[in-house]
């Protein structure tokens, strides 16, 4: 019996992360708040604080879970990250989890120079740590600083928006489809907005369902509502608050 050889698959080409528009100004100091609904009930709030400190964007992050939820399953999470706001490079990437009776926490960090990406992650229950490293391209963004690098290029309905994202050790590449045009209601007001969809191959963009998120279409591109379609159901961040000095 004859056997057919297949030509190996053609290798992954990851595109380069394009820096923001030089036009384009990042917010000195912002909070954004919001609240997180799954089915009718508000079950999370969540909020980031976004502060410029000369060409660093630093990003924390947190989400906490509210009323009857916190019961069930509390959630206490903080994410912060951090990029370069004339390269859109990302410097690295923490978070500390408690999730249920889990307990982690990670550091992510970006060597450039030596093409290393470098993770220690603790169980804060079991006692125990783990070090890996991977390899990563010249300048990639992570999950938390890719909201606001995207925010920093024109959103054109029909016009998408592809980087690479340093995601579980790997480098992926995502693309941002800009959709369409919608007003959007939220508790902190009413938006005219631009709809966005990440989508990738693999990673966590893909295992997380269907994911959007709408900016405001004018020159802030502010996220003011996420959604994401999970297995088990559908969650949507509304803006509650904002500020921005």
Request: charged share 20%; hydrophobic share 35%; aromatic share 10%.
């Amino acid at each position: 019996m004859a056997h057919r050889l297949f030509p190996p698959p053609p290798p992954v080409t990851i595109p380069t992360l394009e820096p923001p528009p030089g036009g384009y100004v990042f917010p000195t100091k912002q909070t954004l708040s919001y609240t997180v609904d799954w089915r009718v009930f508000t079950a999370a709030v969540a909020t980031f604080q976004i502060e410029q400190q000369g060409t660093t964007q630093k990003i924390t992050a947190t989400a906490d879970t509210v009323g009857g939820v916190t019961m069930l399953f509390p959630v206490v999470d903080k994410f912060e990250s951090a990029f370069d706001t004339k390269t859109g490079c990302s410097t690295g990437f923490s978070k500390q989890t408690v999730e249920g009776r889990r307990k982690i926490s990670s550091d992510l960090g970006f060597n450039y120079g030596q093409g290393k990406q470098t993770l220690m992650e603790r169980n804060l229950v079991k006692g125990t740590s783990k070090t890996l490293t991977a390899s990563i391209p010249a300048c990639v963004t992570d999950s938390l600083s890719a909201i606001f690098y995207v925010g920093s290029h024109p959103l054109v309905v029909g016009q998408d928006l592809r980087f690479p994202l340093a995601d579980s050790m790997r480098t992926v590449t995502v693309t941002m489809k800009v959709e369409a045009k919608e007003e959007i209601k939220t508790p902190a007001g009413t938006f005219q907005t631009v709809r966005v969809q990440p989508t990738a191959e693999e990673g966590v963009v893909k295992n997380r369902g269907k994911i959007w998120i709408w900016y405001t279409d004018d020159g802030r591109h502010i996220p003011v509502q996420v959604r994401a379609s999970l297995f088990w159901g559908t969650i949507t961040a509304r803006l509650q608050s904002y500020e921005t000095k």
